[in-house]
C-alpha cells in the first residue's frame, strides 16, 4: 500500500507502517510485506520473514530503520483499478461545522473499498473552483473508492448532502494518476513543520478546536488534514507487529508550510498551539513517519505496550545505537 502522493519514499513509508488511499481495503504497507533483505549495524546481511529472523522481521514492520538498512522488501501485490473513482467536493469553510462533524459519522460504517479524507486550507487555484473562491478558507472532502466505479458512485451520493460545495471534480481515472494528485501542493523549496496525533473517534471537541485553528491559518499552504484508516487496517492485532497503533481510525496532521524564515515562529508556534489543544481528545500513540525531530519524548509512546520489545531488539541488532539518526528506539 502506497503512500498519500507519489513523492512518498517507499522504504521509510515502510518502516514506519505505511498507509494511503487503499489502506482501508488492504491494510497498512506493513499488512502486505512478505519479507526483507537487511544488513544489521554490524554488517551482516540476513533476511527477515515469519520464518526467517522473525523478531527482526516483527520490529522492521514499524520499528523504522531501527535495526538495519533495508536493502530488498518483497511485497503482497493486490489487483487495483487499474481505474478508480476519485476526487475532491469543495465546501465553504462557514459550513465546517456541519460538514467534518458529517465526515466523521459518514467514515464509522462506508465500506473497507472506500476511503474519505478531510483537509481544510486555504483553496489553492483549482480549475473547477471559481475564482473569487482562491485563496478562501474551504473544507474539502478527498474521496477515493478502489471498487467498481458505479458502486462507488452510490456510496459517494450522500457527502454532496453535507452541505452547499463551491464545486466538486469526481471521475473515473488511473489509480496512478490520483495518487499524484497532490503532489503540485508539496512545494519544492518550502519551509514546513507538523505535528499529529491518532483519534479512534471523532467528537464534537476535537472538531470545534480544528475549526479554531483552520480559521486562523498563518500562511496560505498551511492545513489541518484528516486521513481515515480502520477498515482492513485496523484487523490486525496490536502485538502482531512493532506498528501497533490499530485503534486509530484517523490519522489528524497539522501542517505548517510557509515560505521565508521570517514566518517560523509564527507558523510553528501555531501548529504547536493546535496540538497541544487538541491532544485531550487523541487516543493513544502516534504515527512515527509523522513525528518530527523534536519529539524524541513521544516515540515510547507512540509504540505503547510495544516499547519494551523493540528496546530489547535494539540491544540484540544494534546495542551501540549505530543507527540513530532516526526516531531512535535508545538500547539504553
Known amino acids: 500500500m502506497l503512500g498519500i502522493n507519489s513523492t512518498t519514499g517507499v522504504a521509510g513509508l515502510t518502516l514506519g507502517g505505511g498507509f494511503g488511499w487503499l489502506s482501508r481495503k488492504y491494510g497498512m504497507t506493513i499488512d502486505n510485506l512478505l519479507g526483507m533483505d537487511v544488513i544489521t549495524a554490524d554488517g551482516h546481511p540476513l533476511h527477515a520473514s515469519e520464518s526467517e529472523n522473525a523478531d527482526l522481521f516483527w520490529g522492521l514492520r514499524g520499528g523504522g530503520g531501527n535495526f538495519g538498512i533495508v536493502t530488498r522488501f518483497e511485497y503482497q501485490l493486490h489487483p487495483v483499478g487499474p481505474n478508480v473513482l476519485c476526487g475532491l467536493i469543495v465546501f465553504p469553510f462557514d459550513q465546517a461545522k456541519s460538514v467534518i462533524t458529517q465526515f466523521a459519522r459518514f467514515t464509522e460504517t462506508m465500506p473497507d473499498e472506500l476511503n474519505v479524507w478531510m483537509v481544510t486550507r486555504k483553496a489553492p487555484p483549482l480549475p473547477f473552483l471559481p475564482e473569487e473562491v482562491h485563496g478562501k478558507e474551504i473544507v474539502a472532502l478527498a474521496i477515493c473508492y478502489a471498487g467498481d466505479p458505479a458502486e462507488g458512485e452510490t456510496y459517494i451520493e450522500p457527502l454532496r448532502g453535507f452541505g452547499t460545495a463551491y464545486?466538486?471534480?469526481?471521475?473515473?481515472?488511473?489509480?496512478?494518476?490520483?495518487?499524484?494528485a497532490f503532489d503540485p501542493l508539496l512545494t519544492t523549496g518550502a519551509r514546513n513543520y507538523w505535528k499529529s496525533h491518532n483519534f479512534a473517534t471523532l467528537d464534537e471537541e476535537p472538531i470545534d478546536v480544528i475549526i479554531e485553528y483552520a480559521g486562523a491559518l498563518p500562511s496560505s499552504q498551511c492545513e489541518i488534514f484528516i486521513g481515515t484508516i480502520g477498515g482492513q487496517a485496523s484487523r490486525a492485532q496490536p502485538e502482531a507487529m512493532a506498528y501497533s497503533n490499530r485503534?486509530?481510525?484517523?490519522?489528524?496532521?497539522?501542517?505548517?508550510?510557509w515560505e521565508t524564515a521570517a514566518e517560523d515562529a509564527r507558523c510553528i508556534a501555531w501548529a504547536r498551539d493546535f496540538f497541544t489543544r487538541s491532544q485531550p481528545f487523541a487516543s493513544g500513540?502516534?504515527?512515527?513517519?509523522?513525528l518530527t525531530g523534536d519529539e524524541t519524548d513521544r516515540i515510547a509512546f507512540a509504540y505503547g505496550a510495544n516499547y519494551e520489545r523493540l528496546v530489547e531488539l535494539k540491544r540484540k541488532f544494534d546495542p551501540e545505537n549505530l543507527l540513530r539518526t532516526n526516531q531512535n528506539i535508545s538500547p539504553a
Open 167 to 180: 464545486g466538486e471534480h469526481i471521475g473515473v481515472q488511473p489509480y496512478t494518476d490520483w495518487q499524484q
Open 247 to 257: 485503534d486509530a481510525n484517523y490519522v489528524l496532521n497539522v501542517h505548517a508550510r
Open 285 to 290: 500513540g502516534a504515527y512515527v513517519n509523522f
